[in-house]
T-cell receptor, first 114, second 111 residues
Framework: DTGVSQDPRHKITKRGQNVTFRCDPI?????LYWYRQTLGQGPEFLTYFQNEAQLEKSRLLSDRFSAERPKGSFSTLEIQRTEQGDSAMYLCASSLGLSSEKLFFGSGTQLSVL | EDKVVQSPLSLVVHEGDTVTLNCSYE??????LLWYKQEKKAPTFLFML??SGIEKKSGRLSSILDKKELFSILNITATQTGDSAIYLC???????????WGLGTSLAVNP
């Protein structure tokens, strides 16, 4: 499979716990995006990377959220001290960057915070 | 502030009907507009529009952009139950080429 893959597909956690999600983009794509989506809403931008550089982070994003893309390939999104309001689908997408604006999405990680 | 409005928010039709979904936008440094279809999981790409008045077509789906009036439409002819999904519109704006997402139109096609 050469698409965007995300792991895990589902995560159930208790409030206050830390969680980490992983995204493996399409190999030749240099841009990687994280989005969050709740029912009835469009994807909400969280952050994006150009290679290993994190170029933008949403101003609405709590300090409890952090993302990395250490070698410019896979990325991780960590949420510390989870809250019930963090329950959502977390989507990762990648693109070729400057040569293409088309995003390819992974299947997402569904987070439920109890 | 960048804004995207999709209408209607939801739509129920019968198989065989034709539907038109609307997307109006106000974004800075507009570059293109993308349409995605979202079923149970992640959005899948349908069209990218960059020029006004040029219709893009894929089977029963077609889309067109009006950069003067700042809107796009997505048409689906002879709808099928498999067209049931949320259709998302996303203009690409700003120097970082970030997509601005609408809330989507939820389409239900009944047999």
């Amino acid at each position: 499979d050469t698409g965007v893959s995300q792991d895990p597909r589902h995560k159930i956690t208790k409030r206050g716990q830390n969680v980490t999600f992983r995204c493996d983009p399409i190999s030749e794509h240099n841009r990687l995006y994280w989005y969050r989506q709740t029912l009835g809403q469009g994807p909400e931008f969280l952050t994006y990377f150009q290679n290993e550089a994190q170029l933008e982070k949403s101003r609405l994003l709590s300090d409890r959220f952090s993302a990395e893309r250490p070698k410019g390939s896979f990325s991780t999104l960590e949420i510390q001290r989870t809250e019930q309001g963090d329950s959502a689908m977390y989507l990762c997408a990648s693109s070729l960057g400057l040569s293409s604006e088309k995003l390819f999405f992974g299947s997402g990680t569904q987070l439920s915070v109890l | 502030e960048d804004k995207v409005v999709q209408s209607p928010l939801s739509l129920v039709v019968h198989e065989g009907d034709t539907v038109t979904l609307n997307c109006s936008y106000e974004v800075t440094n507009f570059r293109s507009l993308l349409w995605y279809k979202q079923e149970k999981k992640a959005p899948t790409f349908l069209f990218m529009l960059t020029s006004s008045g040029i219709e893009k077509k894929s089977g029963r789906l077609s889309s067109i952009l009006d950069k003067k009036e700042l809107f796009s439409i997505l048409n689906i002819t002879a709808t099928q139950t498999g067209d049931s999904a949320i259709y998302l519109c996303a203009p690409n704006a700003g120097n970082n080429r970030k997509l601005i997402w609408g809330l989507g139109t939820s389409l239900a096609v009944n047999p």
